[in-house]
Every structure is written in structure tokens, then in C-alpha cells.
């Protein structure tokens, strides 16, 4: 299993940039790509980005593409995403994921999750 902490949420005005971190300890040997994944109140857990283990392919939700950037640091287990241009309907808590599933779309599953993280954007 691979453990997964993420950091780097907090508050920030409209227009804001926050980078999220997520560090991945135990059999990490096992990981081939990670993702970031949000949930805003009330509603279901969504897909935001994904990354190949060597950071070779990235792919995004089509409303943070153009805002959000994801990166790896494969030598250092750890994945990034920079979210730029935040906006209120961003709020959401922000999960790290290691092996998220695509089958012609991009799935809930994975092979490990983190805690979460809080991301507030205020008007």
C-alpha cells in the first residue's frame, strides 16, 4: 500500500494561487501514474488532473486546464498541483491519488487515497 499526505490548502481570494503538494511513502515502486481529485460540499468526488509516473503525459478536467498545472517529482515520490486563477467554485477538499483508473473517462477509483486537503477561495 502506499500512504499519501497532502498539504498546501488553505484560504485564498478569488483570483488566487495555491501549489498543493502530496507525498507518497511505502510501495511506491508500485505507482505508474498519480491525479488530484476534489470534492466541493454537497456534491460527488471529481476528477481534476492526472500524470504519468515520469510526468510524460498530463491530463486535465476540461474547466482547470487552462488554470491548473500538474507536475511530478519522481525522484522525490512527491506530486504537485499549482491552481492558478482560483475562483469560488474551486472550493472544494482536494485528494491525492495514486493509479487513478481511465476507461474511456477518468473514474473514482484508485489504488490509494490521501486525507485531503481544504481548499477556500473567498470573493
Known amino acids: 500500500q502506499v500512504q499519501l499526505v497532502e498539504s498546501g490548502g488553505g484560504l485564498v481570494q478569488t483570483g488566487g494561487s495555491l501549489r498543493l503538494s502530496c507525498a507518497a511513502s511505502?510501495?511506491?515502486?508500485?505507482?505508474?501514474?498519480m491525479g488530484w481529485y476534489r470534492q466541493a460540499p454537497g456534491k460527488e468526488r471529481d476528477f481534476v488532473a492526472a500524470?504519468?509516473?515520469?510526468?510524460?503525459?498530463?491530463y486535465y478536467a476540461n474547466g482547470v486546464k487552462d488554470r491548473f498545472i500538474i507536475s511530478i517529482d519522481n525522484d522525490k515520490n512527491t506530486l504537485y498541483l499549482q491552481m492558478n486563477s482560483l475562483q469560488p467554485e474551486d472550493t472544494a477538499v482536494y485528494y491525492c491519488a495514486t493509479n487513478p483508473r481511465y476507461r474511456g473517462a477518468w473514474q473514482r477509483d484508485a489504488d490509494s487515497w490521501g486525507q485531503g486537503t481544504q481548499v477556500t477561495v473567498s470573493s
Open positions: 500524470i504519468s509516473r515520469n510526468g510524460g503525459n498530463t
Open positions: 511505502g510501495r511506491t515502486s508500485e505507482i505508474y501514474a
